[in-house]
């Protein structure tokens, strides 16, 4: 669920950047985002590991 709220924060932050021409807003709205998804791949692979080791036992 954090991965989507950095998307989230990524998202307003980029926006944000975007609507006042400030560049380093826009670059961490960029950072969140792909903050977020890589929490999200993260979740996702130890998810499929846990449900991997519990089919095993």
């Known amino acids: ?3 989507n709220k950095d998307e989230a924060k990524g998202r307003v932050k ?3 950047g975007e609507l006042t ?3 380093s ?3 961490e709205g ?4 792909a903050t ?3 929490k999200d791949a ?3 692979v130890s998810r499929k590991a ?3 080791l519990g089919r095993k036992r």
């Open 14 to 16: 980029g926006a944000t």
């Open 21 to 23: 021409g400030d560049k």
């Open 50 to 52: 846990k449900g991997a």
């Open 25 to 27: 807003l826009k670059r």
């Open 1 to 3: 669920m954090s991965g």
């Open 30 to 33: 960029k950072v969140d985002k």
């Open 36 to 38: 977020g998804k890589a």
């Open 42 to 44: 993260a979740d996702s």
